[in-house]
Structures are given as structure tokens and as C-alpha cells.
């Protein structure tokens, strides 16, 4: 780091001093320390209201002489004198000298009141409610809660069921009036379109009259709600949470790979949530992308190789053996290779290889220039252009290639995660070609025609890499098993490989990705556990 | 029928409202003038901005809004010459139960407050105030106006004013109905166009992050006009009126069982609890005995007659000693209420007499502050109303053994844990009708 320096200051946490950057939240300072502070209503990506009362810890100063110098204890460390009032840890800044203690009789007690009076208007509808699992007010109710009522009058009745966006439904009742999806829509999505009615305990947050909460960003707001006030219509009563299971893996959607959870069960993907790094996407993702997974279980999946004249199901050495033949002997500039950026780094990489063992030139991905929000959706509706160029790969032939077929001068096509009708290829070209080898996870226009049919496997069901449009080099990780038959990609580029070329002595993902460190002086030293979960920015 | 006795009573000392209710007074600026206005404005463009604010210093001025914070020195937060836009906001919520002094004044005599507000505006740098009138007077918001345009076009503000070379504008501004835009922060917002949701202090703090955050004033309305009256009678004098920590006039409201309440206003520290029921407000209503006083606006703690306080105080040797001091015999100013543990608040005085039931009362309050809790931190939301619902049950014959302690347990949950000091306003009543008439409450519970 470059630039201003950061000037670091002493806090006494629980009688320990430590050293922390000035400026820093308090409720940081002390979550750093390892001392957890419970809290609500602070989010480390926005701002601090202090509204929830939940994070109230106690405050030492240094005891200042009448000049103004604090008073140095036995161990040469300032004296504290404690406020008999507790303090919000979340909006309070680290200074100089100042203590803090998180845990004391006090602290408990403020913990405790904050808890019941929480409660006391809440339905208690955790069998119904989607957040059960994941709640921040059922897990601080174990930890720091009474255990029983002492509300002898009725609660306040407050809306249930708005329709408050596209995507969204609100449970009034359940809101504890954070305030965060407030901020988050007012700091992050700049669509400040969430506010609260009314007064003391019947305010009640809403929409502001004639608008909805439609941003593409709007599901972050399910996020970051600690409650189940806000719930995700995609998602609602579909699951517990806590069957799920979490995979961390990027988005590929477009080019900003922002990273995320897949949450699956039984070799179903239930949901994605944004997964935090900095150096991506902070917190969030959009709507559009968190959403586009359902295609994962759609008819449309492509799930035995298929061999044209040959009963299906074909076996897949046959369907491999039929393309091998096929291929083998045929004149490079007869043959063509359309690739696609949505594949991964390795799988590329296997492309390559594929190309060269045909000898062909007439390569190419299918680039997507698409117009970004100029926040978390790209101007690259690719994942892995950034890839595709290292290896080679985005020649800018496509046009040409396509042409090329139109006309005749090609007749041997592979087509690997594209559909060919997108790339300017007309399906009388596609039709009159002498062999068309078509592999991807979605039946699409070119696949009726395929000579060969090979089915593989969608983000969720596999591992890898892919660059980023900022030239991140992040990880895929597997979910959930692909359908049927279809297989990795990787394995079935490295098996037509094979026999095309001979063995390559590729066994696994991580001996694919040394490969192509080991030829890429980019990705020199790397190793696919190496990149790591937050990826690395090459 | 005026809310101020025609005729001052002999303990009182009226400046503040020296041409409130008085035959023949209007708002208008003639009036004002003909009635030695301006005058202190005339004085004050002739002095340096630092020897005014060391003149409301010396004059001991507390503010009269609630919080009696010292006026000199929250203006001294205030750098001249910071090179920021400064702004001076005039609290004219007045919403605390109990309090009606700052209508007389935005009704009668708007160009006491005008004066005042020019003067602490040349004394701060402030170009542009606010006066923030509670949505309830819509009227005196229309009398304010007007009294702005005339002192305008007579010179008094507005561009090079008196020919000083200061500039300074002055706004009305409506509130929108709700009490917790009393809250100087709050208000703040609220001016800004925002919910009126008080802000977190630290780091808020009107003198640093106020309106627009920019350094702010805000300033009671009576606290203003009184800024005129320590350059018109000079600030010793002024301040010799008062207590040591107190100077100058205060004005008291007072409301309840007496047989005439009204508006007053007294040197501080002139009468004793005493002296202000039996003698000035004419006593309590035939055959009936006292109970209790709120003596500083709904939020300050109850007292109850017959009480006796322990409090130091200096002995016939001249060494500290406790003393015992009787309920009636405390003296009404900042310090010896602090001291008996209750406030002067906004001088809001309420007598109950001993046709009250203390749980119909609380309950009263509680109600109130349930209704006007602006809801934003957890506490005092969901507090306010819980004890607003127990109140109201116990009223209705529903009590229960344990409500009592629930009760304590709720206001000891509330007041310290909040984000304004609204926590408190609403928890001590509860608290301090606990502790000073438990046997009320605890037949409330066993019915
Ligand atoms: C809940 C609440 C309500 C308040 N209402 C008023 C009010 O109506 N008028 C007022 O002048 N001050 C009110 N105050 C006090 C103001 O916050 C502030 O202290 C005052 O306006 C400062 O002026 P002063 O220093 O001249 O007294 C209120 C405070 C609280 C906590
Ligand atoms: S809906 Fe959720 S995030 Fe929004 S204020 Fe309520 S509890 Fe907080
Ligand atoms: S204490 Fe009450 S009035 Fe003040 S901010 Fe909190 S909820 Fe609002
Ligand atoms: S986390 Fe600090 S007040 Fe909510």
C-alpha cells in the first residue's frame, strides 16, 4: 500500500492492549480481537445508524490530567476511567488510549433487555419462516435471551405478505427496523426507494407510494436482513436452509465472476447468495445473475452422447470413437473449432491442445459485448474472455470461420458450449456440413444437426478456473453431479485428445491446471489449491 | 382569559414576558420599537462578536429548552472564522407535556426572539436561521413571518443589517407534528426534509455535524430572547438576578391541581416549591391536600409530598454537612432539583393533588411517550409501548403480581441504552412513580 499512512492506535480489549488502524470501528476492533459483538443493525459495508442497541459494550478513557496528558498506570499504559453509561461499539471509533470491555454483567444485562424487547412484538413464526436456520435474532435468542415472555398483552399487528418488489415479499411483523435494507438500497443500489412509516413500535417499513423495490440489486436486501422479514419469492418455502449444502464458486454470468455460495441439496442448486470479497463484488450480486441457475435443471439438459444413424443411448467411447474418426486425417483447412468463454481456464486450455492435434487454425470464442450497470454486471457477458486471450484463444476469426462454412470451404465442424446459430452460421450451412461435433450441457439449435453429440456439464456440477474481466484469476467449485450421462468437459476434451493424439497422462483437474501454468508464464508457479477461495489477481 | 396573571405577583420579575397579555401590545414592529426594541441589536452591531458571547457567559444563561445547558458555551463551540457556512436553528417545538411558555412568545412578541436571534447570529457568524415552529401553531408561524419581513424592510436583518455589514436571512420552518422534532437533532433532520429520527452522538454533535452538517446552533426560543435582555441590562446585572449557575428570569408553567395556573416567570431561584403552589398559584383547589410535582416538563422525576431530601449543604461552622430538606421548602432552579434528584427540564410544572391515582397518571404519560417514540432504536420503541400496555392494564383491573418489577425492569432497560434522550424522558416517569408511590402500584398489581 502506497499513499497516506495509516496511523495506528492502542485500545486495552478485555484488559489486553492491542493496536488497531484509527478510525476503525470499534465493533471491528473487537470482532479482530476475536471478542464476537453481537449486533443487527451494523453491517461492515454500510453505514451505522446505532438504531439496535444490541452491540452497547463499556467505554474506558484515558483519565487526563488537568493539562491534558493521560495518567499512566504501574505498566506504563494509560488509566481508564470506565463511563457508568454504555456505548455503541458499532458507530464509535477506535482512539487512542480508550478500553473497552465486552463482556461484563453490564453488557449482559444491555444484551439481555435489547433481546426481550426485540421479541416481545415478534410472531415467533420460525416453523414457518424461511430465515429459520439463519436468523440473527433465533441465534441471539439462544445466546443471550430469557427464555421466556413476559408480555402479557396482545403484539402489534403490522402487514404480512407485501408485494413489495418483483422478487421480493415483506413481513412487516417480523421486521426488527434495522434499517439496513434502507441503507443498502440508499449507499449501494442508489435507488432509495425503502423507508419506514409510523411511529414507535407500529413503524413499518414500506416502499415509497407508486414504487417497488424492482432494482436488480434488490435480493441483496434478503441478504443482509437479519430477520425473515424480507424473502426471496424465488426461494420461499422451498427449503430449510439448514439441509443446504454450500459450495463456494464464482458467478458466470458475465465477466465480474462475482464470487458466490451455491446452495444445493440432493443434487439440486436451491439458491445462490453473493459470497464477500473485496476485491469482486464486496457483498453483493445482481438479481439477473443470482437467479440464472434454473436452467441447470431444465429439460433442455443434454444428458447422453448421441451418435447421428446410432439408437441412442449411445455408449461414450462410441460417440468419442465416431468424433475421433471423423475428425482424424481431415484437412485443417476444412475443419473449424468454436470455442466458448464460458468454459474454464483448463477446459480452454484442452482446446488448445484439441486444435493442435487437428492442426487447425480456424479457432475461436464467441465474444458477448453486452452494456453493464457500471457496478456488478460487465460490459463482457463472458466469464473467462480474460482466459480465452491468455491462451490464445479470441483470435477474432468467428466472422471469418463463418463465413468460411456458409460458403462451403468448411465441412468439419466442432462446436464446444456455443450454439452455432449465435455465431452468424445459418442452419442450411449447419446442415450440409459433413460432420458437426456438438458438446455442451443445453440442447440448443446446432444440436439437432450433430453429427456427434456429447454432453457435459454446467458451471454447478464442476471444478476450475476462470479470469475476470480485472484479470482475477478465481475458482469453480462443484455442487451437484451432472444428469445422466454427461460428463466434465475436461474429460471429454482430454479423451477425444487422447484418441486423436495418444495418451496425455491427464488425470485429474489439478494436473490440467499445471499444465497450463507450467505453459502460460502468466500462471507460472500456481496451482488450482493456490488460487484459493477469494482467487488471485494475476 | 391570558394564561398570565394581569397583575405580577411580588416574587416575580417579568422580562421575558414583560408585553405578553399586556392592553394594547401587538406583534407588529412598531409596537416592538415604541417598547425599546431593538435596541440591544443597535448595541450589539457595535461590539465585538467575542465580547458578546463573553457577556452571555458572564450572564450565567442556561438554556430554557430542557437540557439547561450553558448558552455561552455552546455558542463558543461555534469558530468565528472557520470559513463554513454556520447556522443558528431556533427550537420552536415546545411539545414537552406541561410546557406552554414559548407560544406566548412566537404569538405576542416574535420580535423579542427576532432580536435575540440577530444578536447571537452577529455574535456567531451565522448568516442563516432557522426558526422551527411546531406544526400545531400554524398560526404563530404566519405572526413569525411576518414579524421577519418587517424587520427586514426596517433593516433590522437582512442584507448589511444596521449597516454593520453583516448579512443574515431568516426562515420559518414547519414542523410535522411530532414531539420528538423537539429533539435538537431530530429537528435537525426534519429541517433537512428527513424523518425525524434523532442522530447518533457521537459523532453528530450540532456544533460539528449539524444541519446539513455544518456547526450549528440550536437554541430554545426563550433562551434567544433572553439573549437581548443580558446586552439591554448588561450582563453582571443580569446574571445577579439569578443563582451562581443560574442567572438571569426563568419562566415557569404551571398546570395540575392549583387554583391558578398559568405562566410565570421568576428570578432563578426565587421561589421554593412551596411559594409557587400556596402563594403564587393560589393554593390547591378547596379541601383538597397535595400528592405530588412534576417540576421540570412529563420526563422530570416525581416528587411526592412530604418527602424529605438529604442534601449537602454548608453547616453554621461553614464545614459540608447533610441536611434535611423538605419537599416544599426545595428552591425551583437547575441545581437543587438536580440535587434532590429531579430537573428543572423546561420548567413545566404539574401539581397532583390527592384526588389522583398514580397509576391512572403514569399510565397518562406512558401513553404519551408510547405515541410519540420515534421508533428507530430498539429499547425505547418496543419499551415505550410495553409500558403503555401495563399501564393500561393495571388501570383496567387486570393486574398481575409481578407487573411492578416487569415494570422497573423495562425503564432500567430503556433509560442509558438509547440514542436520545428521549429514553430517558419516557423511563423516569416510570422509575420515579415506582420508587415514590410503590403502595399505588402494587394494589394496582393484586386486584
Ligand atoms: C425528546 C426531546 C424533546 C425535546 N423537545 C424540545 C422542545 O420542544 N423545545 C426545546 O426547546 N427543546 C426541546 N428539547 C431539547 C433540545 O434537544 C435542545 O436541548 C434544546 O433545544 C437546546 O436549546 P437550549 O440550549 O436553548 O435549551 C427536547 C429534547 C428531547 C430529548
Ligand atoms: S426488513 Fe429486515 S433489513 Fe429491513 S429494516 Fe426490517 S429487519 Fe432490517
Ligand atoms: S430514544 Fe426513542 S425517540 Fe430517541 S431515537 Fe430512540 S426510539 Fe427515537
Ligand atoms: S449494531 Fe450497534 S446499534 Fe445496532
Same mark, same amino acid.
Given at each position: $500500500?502506497?499513499?497516506?499512512?495509516?496511523?495506528?492506535?492502542?485500545?486495552?480489549?478485555?484488559?489486553?492492549?492491542?493496536?488497531?488502524?484509527?478510525? $476503525?470501528?470499534?465493533?471491528?476492533?473487537?470482532?479482530?480481537?476475536?471478542?464476537? @459483538?453481537?449486533?443487527?443493525?451494523?453491517?461492515?459495508?454500510?453505514?451505522?445508524?446505532?438504531?439496535?442497541?444490541?452491540?452497547?459494550?463499556?467505554?474506558?478513557?484515558?483519565?487526563?490530567?488537568?493539562?491534558?496528558?493521560?495518567?499512566?498506570?504501574?505498566?506504563?499504559?494509560?488509566?481508564?476511567?470506565?463511563?457508568?453509561?454504555?456505548?455503541?461499539?458499532?458507530?464509535?471509533?477506535?482512539?487512542?488510549?480508550?478500553?473497552?470491555?465486552?463482556?461484563?454483567?453490564?453488557?449482559?444485562?444491555?444484551?439481555?433487555?435489547?433481546?426481550?424487547?426485540?421479541?416481545?412484538?415478534?410472531?415467533?413464526? /420460525?416453523?414457518?419462516?424461511?430465515?429459520?436456520?439463519? /436468523?440473527?435474532?433465533?441465534?441471539?435468542?439462544?445466546?443471550?435471551?430469557?427464555?421466556?415472555?413476559?408480555?402479557?398483552?396482545?403484539?402489534?399487528?403490522?402487514?404480512?405478505?407485501?408485494?413489495?418488489?418483483?422478487?421480493?415479499?415483506?413481513?412487516?411483523?417480523? /421486521?426488527?427496523?434495522?434499517?439496513?435494507?434502507?441503507?443498502?438500497?440508499?449507499? *449501494?443500489?442508489?435507488?432509495?426507494?425503502?423507508?419506514?412509516?409510523?411511529?414507535?413500535?407500529?413503524?413499518?417499513?414500506?416502499?415509497?407510494?407508486?414504487?417497488?423495490?424492482?432494482?436488480?440489486?434488490?435480493?441483496?436486501?434478503?441478504?443482509?436482513?437479519?430477520?425473515?422479514?424480507?424473502?426471496?419469492?424465488?426461494?420461499?418455502?422451498?427449503?430449510? &436452509?439448514?439441509?443446504?449444502?454450500?459450495?463456494?464458486?464464482?458467478?458466470?454470468?458475465?465477466?465480474?465472476?462475482?464470487?458466490?455460495?451455491?446452495?444445493?441439496?440432493?443434487? @439440486?442448486?436451491?439458491?445462490?447468495?453473493?459470497?464477500?470479497?473485496?476485491?469482486?463484488?464486496? /457483498?453483493?450480486?445482481?438479481?439477473?445473475?443470482?437467479?440464472?441457475?434454473?436452467?441447470?435443471?431444465?429439460?433442455?439438459?443434454?444428458?447422453?452422447?448421441?451418435?447421428?444413424?446410432?439408437?441412442?443411448?449411445?455408449?461414450?467411447?462410441?460417440?468419442?470413437?465416431?468424433?475421433?474418426?471423423?475428425?482424424?486425417?481431415?484437412?485443417?483447412?476444412?475443419?473449424?473449432?468454436?470455442?466458448?468463454?464460458?468454459?474454464?481456464?483448463?477446459?480452454?486450455?484442452?482446446?488448445?491442445?484439441?486444435?493442435?492435434?487437428?492442426?487447425?487454425?480456424? &479457432?475461436?470464442?464467441?465474444?458477448?459485448?453486452?452494456?453493464?450497470?457500471?457496478?456488478?454486471?460487465?460490459?463482457?457477458?463472458?466469464?473467462?474472455?480474460?482466459?480465452?486471450?491468455?491462451?490464445?484463444?479470441?483470435?477474432?476469426?468467428?466472422?471469418?470461420?463463418?463465413?468460411?462454412?456458409?460458403?462451403?470451404?468448411?465441412?468439419?465442424?466442432?462446436?464446444?458450449?456455443?450454439?452455432?446459430?449465435?455465431?452468424?452460421?445459418?442452419?442450411?450451412?449447419?446442415?450440409?456440413?459433413?460432420?458437426?461435433?456438438?458438446?455442451?450441457?443445453?440442447?440448443?439449435?446446432?444440436?439437432?444437426?450433430?453429427?456427434?453429440?456429447?454432453?457435459?456439464?454446467?458451471?454447478?456440477?464442476?471444478?476450475?478456473? $476462470?479470469?475476470?474481466?480485472?484479470?482475477?484469476?478465481?475458482?469453480?467449485?462443484?455442487?451437484?453431479?451432472?444428469?445422466?450421462?454427461?460428463?466434465?468437459?475436461?474429460? *471429454?476434451?482430454?479423451?477425444? @485428445?487422447?484418441?486423436?493424439?495418444?495418451?496425455?497422462?491427464?488425470?485429474?483437474?489439478?494436473?490440467?491446471?499445471?499444465?497450463?501454468?507450467?505453459?502460460?508464464?502468466?500462471?507460472?508457479?500456481?496451482?488450482?489449491?493456490?488460487?484459493?477461495?477469494?482467487?488471485?489477481?494475476? | 382569559?391570558?394564561?398570565?396573571?394581569?397583575?405580577?405577583?411580588?416574587?416575580?420579575?417579568?422580562?421575558?414576558?414583560?408585553?405578553?397579555?399586556?392592553?394594547?401590545?401587538?406583534?407588529?414592529?412598531?409596537?416592538?420599537?415604541?417598547?425599546?426594541?431593538?435596541?440591544?441589536?443597535?448595541?450589539?452591531?457595535? !461590539?465585538?462578536?467575542?465580547?458578546?458571547?463573553?457577556?452571555?457567559?458572564?450572564?450565567?444563561?442556561?438554556?430554557?429548552?430542557?437540557?439547561?445547558?450553558?448558552?455561552?458555551?455552546?455558542?463558543?463551540?461555534?469558530?468565528?472564522?472557520?470559513?463554513?457556512?454556520?447556522?443558528?436553528?431556533?427550537?420552536?417545538?415546545?411539545?414537552?407535556?406541561?410546557?406552554?411558555?414559548?407560544?406566548?412568545?412566537?404569538?405576542?412578541?416574535?420580535?423579542?426572539?427576532?432580536?435575540?436571534?440577530?444578536?447571537?447570529?452577529?455574535?456567531?457568524?451565522?448568516?442563516?436561521?432557522?426558526?422551527?415552529?411546531?406544526?400545531?401553531?400554524?398560526?404563530?408561524?404566519?405572526?413569525?413571518?411576518?414579524?421577519?419581513?418587517?424587520?427586514?424592510?426596517?433593516?433590522?436583518?437582512?442584507?448589511?443589517?444596521?449597516?454593520?455589514?453583516?448579512?443574515?436571512?431568516?426562515?420559518?420552518?414547519?414542523?410535522?407534528?411530532?414531539?420528538?422534532?423537539?429533539?435538537?437533532?431530530?429537528?435537525?433532520?426534519?429541517?433537512? =426534509?428527513?424523518?425525524?429520527?434523532?442522530?447518533?452522538?457521537?459523532?453528530?454533535?450540532?456544533?460539528?455535524?449539524?444541519?446539513?452538517?455544518?456547526?450549528?446552533?440550536?437554541?430554545?426560543?426563550?433562551?434567544?430572547?433572553?439573549?437581548?435582555?443580558?446586552?439591554?441590562?448588561?450582563?453582571?446585572?443580569?446574571?445577579?438576578?439569578?443563582?451562581? =449557575?443560574?442567572?438571569?428570569?426563568?419562566?415557569?408553567?404551571?398546570?395540575?391541581?392549583?387554583?391558578?395556573?398559568?405562566?410565570?416567570?421568576? %428570578?432563578?431561584?426565587?421561589?421554593?416549591?412551596?411559594?409557587?403552589?400556596?402563594?403564587?398559584?393560589?393554593?390547591?383547589?378547596?379541601?383538597?391536600?397535595?400528592?405530588?410535582?412534576?417540576?421540570?416538563?412529563?420526563?422530570?422525576?416525581?416528587?411526592?409530598?412530604?418527602?424529605?431530601?438529604?442534601?449537602?449543604?454548608?453547616?453554621?461552622?461553614?464545614?459540608?454537612?447533610?441536611?434535611?430538606?423538605?419537599?416544599?421548602?426545595?428552591?425551583?432552579?437547575?441545581?437543587?432539583?438536580?440535587?434532590?434528584?429531579? !430537573? !428543572?427540564?423546561?420548567?413545566?410544572?404539574?401539581?397532583?393533588?390527592?384526588?389522583?391515582?398514580?397509576?391512572?397518571?403514569?399510565?397518562?404519560?406512558?401513553?404519551?411517550?408510547?405515541?410519540?417514540?420515534?421508533?428507530?432504536?430498539? %429499547?425505547?420503541?418496543?419499551?415505550?409501548?410495553?409500558?403503555?400496555?401495563?399501564?393500561?392494564?393495571?388501570?383496567? =383491573?387486570?393486574? +398481575?403480581?409481578?407487573?411492578?418489577?416487569?415494570?422497573?425492569?423495562?425503564?432500567?432497560?430503556?433509560?442509558? +441504552?438509547?440514542?436520545?434522550?428521549? =429514553?430517558?424522558?419516557?423511563?423516569?416517569?416510570?422509575?420515579?412513580?415506582?420508587?415514590?408511590?410503590?403502595?399505588?402500584?402494587?394494589?394496582?398489581? +393484586?386486584?
Amino acid at each position: $500500500m502506497s499513499g497516506t499512512a495509516v496511523t495506528m492506535v492502542n485500545v486495552q480489549v478485555d484488559g489486553e492492549w492491542k493496536q488497531f488502524p484509527k478510525g $476503525m470501528r470499534l465493533i471491528e476492533a473487537c470482532m479482530q480481537s476475536g471478542k464476537f @459483538i453481537p449486533h443487527y443493525c451494523y453491517h461492515p459495508k454500510l453505514s451505522s445508524p446505532g438504531n439496535c442497541r444490541m452491540c452497547l459494550v463499556e467505554l474506558g478513557m484515558p483519565k487526563m490530567t488537568p493539562d491534558r496528558k493521560s495518567v499512566l498506570g504501574e505498566d506504563g499504559r494509560p488509566e481508564l476511567s470506565w463511563s457508568p453509561r454504555p456505548v455503541i461499539s458499532c458507530a464509535t471509533e477506535v482512539s487512542e488510549g480508550m478500553g473497552v470491555r465486552t463482556s461484563s454483567p453490564l453488557v449482559e444485562e444491555c444484551r439481555n433487555g435489547v433481546m426481550e424487547f426485540l421479541l416481545i412484538n415478534h410472531p415467533l413464526d /420460525c416453523p414457518i419462516c424461511d430465515k429459520a436456520g439463519e /436468523c440473527r435474532l433465533q441465534e441471539f435468542s439462544v445466546e443471550f435471551g430469557k427464555g421466556e415472555s413476559r408480555l402479557l398483552e396482545e403484539k402489534v399487528k403490522k402487514p404480512k405478505r407485501v408485494d413489495i418488489g418483483e422478487r421480493i415479499v415483506l413481513d412487516d411483523e417480523r /421486521c426488527i427496523m434495522c434499517s439496513r435494507c434502507i441503507r443498502f438500497m440508499q449507499e *449501494i443500489a442508489k435507488d432509495d426507494v425503502l423507508g419506514f412509516l409510523n411511529r414507535g413500535s407500529h413503524t413499518t417499513l414500506a416502499v415509497y407510494p407508486g414504487k417497488r423495490l424492482d432494482s436488480n440489486y434488490s435480493l441483496n436486501t434478503v441478504d443482509i436482513c437479519p430477520v425473515g422479514a424480507l424473502t426471496s419469492k424465488d426461494f420461499r418455502f422451498k427449503m430449510r &436452509v439448514w439441509f443446504l449444502k454450500e459450495t463456494k464458486s464464482i458467478d458466470v454470468t458475465c465477466g465480474t465472476g462475482s464470487n458466490i455460495v451455491i446452495s444445493s441439496r440432493e443434487n @439440486i442448486v436451491r439458491r445462490i447468495t453473493p459470497r464477500e470479497n473485496d476485491a469482486v463484488n464486496s /457483498c453483493w450480486m445482481p438479481d439477473s445473475h443470482r437467479l440464472n441457475f434454473h436452467y441447470l435443471h431444465s429439460d433442455d439438459r443434454l444428458k447422453e452422447p448421441a451418435v447421428r444413424g446410432l439408437e441412442s443411448p449411445v455408449a461414450w467411447k462410441t460417440a468419442l470413437a465416431t468424433a475421433a474418426e471423423k475428425l482424424r486425417g481431415s484437412r485443417p483447412e476444412e475443419t473449424a473449432v468454436i470455442a466458448s468463454a464460458r468454459m474454464t481456464l483448463e477446459e480452454l486450455f484442452l482446446v488448445r491442445r484439441l486444435a493442435a492435434a487437428l492442426g487447425v487454425r480456424n &479457432v475461436d470464442i464467441l465474444p458477448r459485448p453486452q452494456k453493464g450497470d457500471g457496478f456488478l454486471v460487465s460490459d463482457d457477458g463472458n466469464p473467462n474472455t480474460s482466459g480465452a486471450k491468455l491462451l490464445g484463444l479470441a483470435t477474432g476469426r468467428l466472422p471469418e470461420i463463418a463465413q468460411a462454412i456458409e460458403a462451403g470451404r468448411v465441412t468439419k465442424l466442432v462446436v464446444l458450449g456455443e450454439d452455432a446459430a449465435d455465431c452468424g452460421i445459418s442452419e442450411t450451412a449447419l446442415k450440409s456440413l459433413d460432420l458437426l461435433v456438438a458438446m455442451g450441457f443445453l440442447a440448443n439449435k446446432t444440436t439437432p444437426h450433430a453429427t456427434v453429440v456429447l454432453p457435459s456439464s454446467a458451471w454447478a456440477e464442476k471444478r476450475g478456473s $476462470m479470469i475476470n474481466v480485472k484479470g482475477r484469476l478465481q475458482r469453480l467449485n462443484q455442487a451437484i453431479q451432472p444428469p445422466g450421462q454427461a460428463r466434465d468437459d475436461w474429460e *471429454i476434451l482430454r479423451d477425444l @485428445i487422447a484418441l486423436l493424439a495418444g495418451t496425455n497422462g491427464l488425470h485429474s483437474i489439478e494436473e490440467v491446471f499445471r499444465q497450463v501454468a507450467a505453459e502460460t508464464p502468466a500462471l507460472q508457479g500456481l496451482t488450482l489449491s493456490r488460487i484459493g477461495d477469494l482467487g488471485i489477481q494475476l | 382569559m391570558s394564561a398570565l396573571h394581569p397583575t405580577p405577583h411580588p416574587k416575580e420579575r417579568r422580562i421575558i414576558f414583560e408585553n405578553i397579555s399586556k392592553p394594547g401590545y401587538a406583534a407588529d414592529i412598531d409596537t416592538y420599537i415604541a417598547n425599546g426594541g431593538y435596541e440591544s441589536l443597535k448595541k450589539a452591531v457595535t !461590539m465585538k462578536p467575542s465580547e458578546i458571547i463573553d457577556a452571555v457567559k458572564a450572564a450565567n444563561l442556561r438554556g430554557r429548552g430542557g437540557a439547561g445547558f450553558p448558552c455561552g458555551t455552546k455558542w463558543s463551540f461555534i469558530k468565528y472564522d472557520d470559513g463554513k457556512p454556520h447556522y443558528i436553528v431556533v427550537n420552536g417545538d415546545e411539545s414537552e407535556p406541561g410546557t406552554f411558555k414559548d407560544r406566548y412568545i412566537l404569538h405576542q412578541d416574535p420580535h423579542q426572539l427576532i432580536e435575540g436571534l440577530a444578536i447571537s447570529a452577529f455574535a456567531t457568524n451565522t448568516r442563516l436561521a432557522y426558526i422551527y415552529i411546531r406544526c400545531e401553531f400554524p398560526h404563530a408561524a404566519k405572526i413569525v413571518w411576518k414579524a421577519i419581513q418587517e424587520a427586514k424592510a426596517r433593516g433590522f436583518i437582512g442584507k448589511n443589517l444596521l449597516g454593520s455589514g453583516f448579512d443574515l436571512d431568516i426562515y420559518v420552518h414547519q414542523g410535522a407534528g411530532a414531539y420528538i422534532c423537539g429533539e435538537e437533532t431530530a429537528l435537525l433532520e426534519s429541517l433537512e =426534509g428527513k424523518r425525524a429520527y434523532p442522530r447518533i452522538k457521537p459523532p453528530y454533535f450540532p456544533a460539528v455535524l449539524g444541519l446539513y452538517m455544518k456547526p450549528t446552533i440550536v437554541n430554545n426560543v426563550e433562551t434567544l430572547c433572553h439573549v437581548k435582555h443580558i446586552l439591554r441590562i448588561g450582563a453582571a446585572e443580569y446574571a445577579r438576578m439569578g443563582t451562581p =449557575g443560574d442567572g438571569g428570569t426563568r419562566t415557569m408553567c404551571v398546570s395540575g391541581d392549583v387554583m391558578r395556573p398559568g405562566i410565570y416567570e421568576f %428570578p432563578c431561584g426565587a421561589v421554593t416549591i412551596r411559594e409557587l403552589i400556596f402563594d403564587v398559584c393560589g393554593g390547591l383547589k378547596p379541601g383538597r391536600t397535595l400528592k405530588a410535582v412534576i417540576p421540570g416538563g412529563s420526563s422530570a422525576k416525581i416528587m411526592r409530598a412530604g418527602e424529605v431530601y438529604k442534601i449537602k449543604g454548608k453547616g453554621p461552622d461553614g464545614t459540608m454537612v447533610d441536611k434535611d430538606l423538605p419537599m416544599l421548602d426545595v428552591v425551583m432552579d437547575a441545581s437543587t432539583l438536580q440535587s434532590v434528584g429531579t !430537573m !428543572m427540564g423546561s420548567a413545566g410544572v404539574m401539581v397532583l393533588d390527592d384526588s389522583r391515582d398514580m397509576v391512572w397518571a403514569l399510565n397518562n404519560l406512558n401513553q404519551f411517550y408510547a405515541h410519540e417514540s420515534c421508533g428507530q432504536c430498539t %429499547p425505547c420503541r418496543e419499551g415505550s409501548l410495553w409500558m403503555s400496555k401495563m399501564t393500561t392494564r393495571m388501570l383496567d =383491573g387486570g393486574g +398481575r403480581d409481578k407487573d411492578p418489577k416487569t415494570l422497573q425492569d423495562i425503564a432500567n432497560n430503556i433509560a442509558g +441504552r438509547t440514542i436520545c434522550a428521549f =429514553g430517558e424522558a419516557c423511563s423516569w416517569p416510570t422509575q420515579s412513580f415506582l420508587a415514590k408511590f410503590p403502595e399505588e402500584f402494587e394494589k394496582a398489581a +393484586r386486584s
